[in-house]
């Protein structure tokens, strides 16, 4: 029996949202949140009740405080997330507008997480939980981030622990063909990949993700593809399972991609873990609900579910919970 039931680290940020419909530049109030790929999955399953720890660096800092509160307050065990005394906590801050597209400005050079390094990782932790997930986002942050990202999944691969990598390009991190030599290098650690499909073309130009991922090592390859659903590709069996949208009104799509994560893994957790069809099915329909809640509501992890409301909406779909 592992202490976890999922491990992640990265980069948590401060959040500053600006309020209502208002651009950016013309924004004089904004609601503040916790932001980050990985801190948004973290939180996901979490609420989902699952075991989860997260670990990482933040500043020494009110922002980072406050990002260590919140985190521990969704159940997350936050006991190795660091505090730097002398570099600064990322901030993100971006808008929601109505009719255009989102503003999305980051504050993270030179921030504490960019000072990670495979000296600092948490052996045992990384050991003790039954998947280790990452993101390309952590590994672009630095040269050390990068070197403690694939430490990291090799340690938890020769334990024994499933290791899933969501690449989550951001061009503003790195150009094209320093993501693809990233993702190159932390694919060949990971059984699990989620990718999009627009991303995707980043990485492997003209190649089919499934079989660019196959050729790495992945045993499980879900790609994303917008209001086209998504697919899960199983190399070893050669089975191929697609799955729909749970048709929503669209809030804010900032999240998504983290939501629809959050919801695979917990349904292959709870014992939809077998390369059946029918788990298959189980895990696509599970994230694309979870992905719908999140695009739903403003804010990066609003619209999170807990565990009950996940499950009355997969079983009847209802609007109103009376």
């Given at each position: 029996m592992t202490s976890f039931d999922v491990v992640t680290f990265g980069e948590p940020m401060?959040?500053?949202?600006?309020?209502?419909?208002?651009?950016l530049i013309s924004a004089d109030n904004f609601e503040v949140e916790v932001a980050g790929a990985e801190s948004n999955l973290?939180?996901?399953?979490?609420?989902?009740?699952?075991?989860?720890?997260?670990f990482g660096r933040v500043g020494a800092?009110?922002?980072?405080?406050?990002?260590?509160?919140?985190?521990?307050?969704?159940?997350?065990?936050?006991?190795?997330?660091?505090?730097?005394?002398?570099?600064?906590?990322?901030?993100?801050?971006r808008d929601n507008p109505s009719g255009r597209p989102i503003t999305v400005e980051y504050r993270r050079s030179g921030t504490a997480a960019a000072?990670?390094?495979?000296?600092?990782?948490?052996t045992a932790m990384i050991t003790d939980t039954r998947l280790l997930h990452v993101t390309g986002i952590t590994a672009a942050l630095s040269e050390s981030s990068l070197a403690a990202t694939e430490r990291a999944m090799i340690i938890a691969a020769?334990?024994?622990?499933?290791?899933?990598l969501?690449?989550?390009?951001?061009?503003?991190?790195?150009?094209?063909?320093?993501?693809?030599?990233?993702?190159?290098?932390?694919?060949?650690?990971?059984?699990?990949?989620f990718t999009g499909r627009d991303e995707a073309e980043v990485i492997s130009p003209g190649v089919d993700p499934v079989t660019w991922y196959g050729d790495h090592g992945a045993e499980i390859v879900?790609?994303?593809?917008?209001?086209?659903?998504?697919?899960?590709?199983?190399?070893?069996?050669?089975?191929?399972?697609?799955?729909?949208?749970?048709?929503?009104?669209?809030?804010?799509?900032?999240?998504?991609g983290d939501g629809f994560n959050a919801g695979w893994i917990s349904s292959w957790l709870d014992g939809?873990?077998?390369?059946?069809?029918?788990?298959?099915?189980?895990?696509?329909?599970?994230?694309?609900?979870?992905?719908?809640?999140?695009?739903?509501?403003?804010?990066?992890?609003?619209?999170?579910?807990?565990r009950a409301m996940l499950d009355q909406v997969l079983a009847s779909g209802a609007d109103v919970i009376r």
């Open positions: 401060t959040l500053f949202l600006a309020a209502g419909d208002v651009p973290a939180t996901g399953l979490a609420r989902l009740g699952h075991r989860v720890s997260f800092d009110t922002f980072g405080m406050r990002i260590r509160n919140e985190l521990r307050a969704e159940g997350i065990d936050v006991g190795q997330l660091v505090d730097d005394p002398e570099l600064p906590t990322g901030l993100l801050i000072a990670m390094s495979p000296e600092s990782l948490p020769e334990a024994g622990v499933t290791v899933s969501d690449p989550n390009i951001r061009l503003r991190l790195a150009d094209p063909d320093r993501w693809q030599v990233i993702i190159k290098q932390l694919a060949q650690h990971a059984k699990i990949i879900i790609v994303k593809d917008g209001g086209n659903g998504s697919s899960e590709h199983q190399l070893g069996t050669g089975r191929t399972v697609h799955g729909g949208v749970r048709p929503v009104p669209l809030v804010d799509p900032i999240g998504a939809a873990g077998e390369l059946t069809e029918a788990d298959a099915e189980r895990r696509l329909l599970t994230a694309a609900t979870v992905a719908s809640m999140v695009v739903s509501a403003r804010g990066d992890r609003t619209g999170l579910p807990t």
